[in-house]
């Protein structure tokens, strides 16, 4: 059976386009324009979803993007609002949610079972016994979430952009449409957004029985179309506000980041359910979603309904549907006191019966959807008297009670809203700077009142930004409230639903009251109002009108709850969409791809781990990369390392606050570590010093620390005031460190530099040429060998790399990664910030007590390192050695040093270090346990524990001889 | 001979075959297959590293500045250009950014007067990478990748912003070169692989491509 109209002027659809689809396995036939709901409705479904929790049966409620018990999948594609989703060819939808499909769905069970299951009953079972825990985790998985997600599907990269205007309008509805003209008028870059297909709101469904101005709409959209100052976007959701007027606008395969000027909030009201019982069959509907199918798709949704309202609105829309082929057997109103409108007149001259001061005490089911409405008269308590119920026969029940601003935005925000009980309804109070709101979500119904809102928040928004306008006055709201106070209806046998998402019935908000539940926020989370995929646009507005009666008080004094972007879904592959995922190279990573580098992250930077040949481990390659340096000569990429200038009269004084060492009696030439710690006196970043000249320094920091570090200089400049210039030199400079004992004669043979003991020595620093680039030299032996670490600018990188390893050819120089540096400072037990520290360790625990001067009049953390310095050590870095036969079960980092059956400590480091043919590392330990020679045990993967001895550092050279290579 | 410096995206370009030419020291992608010109009609991307560039900044650079006879934006975030090509860009009220064009000498004679630094100004060395975006559909690109309206600017407005692009701090400033709008873009070196990279992929979804430097319309 075909439900489809006769031609219906302004519809949406286009006939001359057939599409086929199929539901459920079964074939449908709908027209281009159609969504996939109207096409279903249109082809004679009824029901089109099952309900989240027990599986009830569903047919349409909205048409207006919150049809949840309407979702659907279509291949990869889950969760299609299919009322609002435009139908395309050769879909195959499937409603979500069921077990075993629409019909047959074994998930209906749970509908006899309601009784068991009400709100919030998985937080008092289910806990116990544990064992079965497992068990029902499973089934709720099983059980719970929509829709099937398809891990083989593509990835979308749905393109992100940003976008600019004067003046955002969200919501084209008249007061919309008003507003874009009003401040285009006067000179803004309009944007007018609305998430329908079509721009024209409710004018395109809304037909106020024939008495708006013919062609109001068309006249409106050609002058919309026509302005050159406006761009408009329909089937665009603003689904968010973010500071600044910052919207994300999101279309079907694209979110645009909109930065407005300002923006008018003109986003209308969402239709609110009545709450009786069965109020979720098929057949029961919004008065605005019958009249969204018959005007804009041309489908008849039932033969005859009953239309129950509480305003005037609900006598247009009962008009309109009769003459658009709805038999309207009566028309229910809340209300008992009214004037008849024209419309009311009309329809008790076609003879459709109305019944003032009257509800529904529930729907009757016949065939799988309404058969009967079951009536009565309202008492002075707000009850229905059931002892006069009546039972009026139709196909359908069309509720118009009321509605709730569609506010989410101005809320976000930060608008101060207040409830006006003359139009029942949250309404703007204070809005921010550069927000406006106009039409329905201000309380403003009449279509001319909304039209002149519309045209006075343009204006103001267009004034408010410097355009030349004329102020606008004040538009009053509604006279008579459109919504009715309370469309609640109790019943014994429930089933009276409040928030379709998830089947909360009105006895569960009462329970959770009971409970103790009884703050608007609180009873969101116990019963899980407004957090389905509708997120409260149905349901909010009666939970706090329930609670607002439970508690005696006013839904202005309950108030709403917090909203917060997104206030609609948004697909995930939009907030996913194209990735900005910077990363950094050195200017050698060509040279490291080619050496065969495996790369690693650093931070954000990729650096060689190790270089890999073939038929060799890892483990191989890094031992073999460390033997080098030790032997003969190897080199590495260091130049993520933080690198610094500090120029000026001040520049050492500086240096002196900001470090914990000493720096002002550094002869020029010479290098010194440099530890720094913060206010609390906890160790954040290490480097060296190197004095260039007299009020000159150039330093380095660790690899993830140097854009803190220059903030933090940055800052305490602007505090100290000191003479100074302050170079991040991070990116700018490459650095390269040769190391190993041939390491002067490979560098000697590529610069003019005198490399001798006694010119350059330990720790010295020099500039000169190296490789005909200018360069900074430092004589510094973070893995333990003679060695230089050679500082160039970024574009002279390859040309120096390349010259150093044609001048080691000879020694067998080679590079080598991270994990071999890794391995040959531990030999030399130099810690690294962040893994052998952490966020509390200070200077004494590292046992780094000789890089800080207490005597010096002032450093960052000295006060705290005072006070630290009074207080015994909670723990202590040891160096530790494994014994011989423990190298199979060796700990890892970050594994347990257990005393007693407690925890005393955590390695930090640890590796095999070929040198000693012996396990090394350092942990932290309890202070009574650091002395040398002490034994501990550390608890292994499988609860192993291995013991080790605390031995004295460094474990490799421990006078440091061939660092310093004096005798060469 | 071996040039001493190299672009920081000499890897990518050097996958394009492109037509190498020494310029200042390093290799530079002079051109490149492919129709430069119907590029531009899209977005074209070119890879200026090679251009030399120096900073300065303290209390007494803009005075320093002015008695070298070097132009001085007036305002901050200006830039303006030098009389033998190149910019000069103030990123603050006390810092700026100076890139000579291929002919210049302003840098080289910025670092032979001030060395080390003088009394309130100190140098800063600049390696950034530099490109340049050009094409008629460039501001689809932008608007893709940053945050600012770019298209807000008059034409003839000399604005230089400091800003993020794909996540990555850049110095850009805008300029119309026989009637086709062209960006020039900076940023640090380290972050030149990927920036490139993903300019250039978004650039070839909107019908552009890398061109070689010969072919901008500069």
Known sequence: MSARLPPVPGEWIDRSVDIEFEFEGRPFRGFAGDTVTSALIAGGAGTIGRSFKYHRPRGVLSMANHDINAMMQDGARMNLRGDVVPLRKGMRLNAVNTLGGLEADRGRLLDGLSAFLPVGFYYKAFHSPKGLFPFWERMFRRMTGLGRLEFSSPRLRTPKRYDFCDVLVIGAGPSGLAAALAAADAGAKVCIVDENARVGGSLTYQRDAGNLIPGMLDVLIARIVAHARVSVRAATCAAGYFADHWVPLIEDRRMTKMRARAIVVATGVAEQPAVFRNNDLPGVMLVSAAQRLVHRYAVKPMESAVVLTANDEGYAAALDLHRGGIRVTAVLDLRRDISATEAAKQLGAAGVPIRCGYGIYEAREAKGRVGAAVAGPLLDSGDLDVARQETIGCEGILMGVGYAPAAALLYQSGAKMRFDGSVQQFVPDQLPAGVFAAGRVNGVYDIDDRLRDGARAGTAAAAFLGFASTAHPAVPRAQSSPSHPYPIFDHPKAKNFVDFDEDLQLKDFIHAAQEGFDNIELLKRYTTVGMGPSQGKHSNMNAIRILAKLLRKSPGEVGSTTSRPFFHPVPMSHLAGRGFHPYRQTPLHSRHEKAGAVFMQAGIWLRPEYYAFPNKSKQDAVREEASTVRSSVGMIDVGTLGKMEISGPDAAAFLERLYTGKFGNMKIGMTRYALMVDEAGVIIDDGVVARLGEDRFYFTTTTTGSANVYREMTRLNVLWQMQVGIVNATGAYAAINIAGPRSREVLGTITQLDLSANAFPYLGVREGCVADAAARVMRVGFVGELGYEIHVAADAACHLWDALMKSGQAHGIRPFGVEAQRLLRLEKAHIIIGQDTDGLTTPVEAAMGWAVKMDKPYFVGQRSLKIIGKKPAKSQLVGFMLEAGDADAAPKECHLVIRDGGIAGRVTSIAFSPALGRHVGLAFVAPDMAADGSRFFIRVDGGRMVQARVVPTPFYDPDGARQKAEAA | ?218
């Not at chain 2, 020291?25 to 490149?32: E, I, N, P």
């Not at chain 2, 899209?42 to 251009?51: F, Q, R």
């Not at chain 2, 830039?79 to 950014?97: H, Q, T």
């Open chain 2, 1 to 218: 001979m071996t040039s001493i410096r190299m672009s920081p995206v000499h890897a990518q370009l050097e996958a394009l075959q492109p037509q190498w030419e020494e310029r200042l020291g390093m290799q530079v992608a002079a051109k490149l297959p492919g129709d430069a010109a119907a590029m531009l009609e899209a977005v074209a991307i070119a890879d200026l590293s090679h251009l030399r560039k120096c900073g300065l900044k303290g209390p007494g650079a803009e005075r320093w500045l002015r008695d070298h006879d070097i132009p001085v934006p007036d305002g901050v975030n200006a830039w303006a250009m030098l009389p033998a090509g190149g910019v000069i860009a103030r990123l603050g009220r006390s810092e700026f950014f100076v890139e000579d064009g291929e002919a210049g000498v302003v840098v080289e004679s910025i670092g032979a007067s001030l060395g080390f630094g003088a009394a309130g100004v100190y140098p800063v060395i600049r390696q950034d990478a530099g490109f340049a975006l050009a094409g008629r559909r460039v501001n689809e690109l932008l608007v893709q990748t940053c945050n600012v309206n770019f298209e807000a600017f008059g034409a003839e407005e000399k604005i230089a912003v400091m800003t993020q692009m794909v996540g990555v701090s850049v110095l850009a400033i805008r300029a119309i070169h026989a009637r086709v709008p062209c960006y020039r873009l900076w940023c640090d070196p380290t972050f030149a692989p990927y920036f490139r990279e993903t300019l250039t992929g978004i650039a070839e979804e909107l019908g552009g491509a890398a061109i070689g430097v010969d072919a901008l319309p500069i």
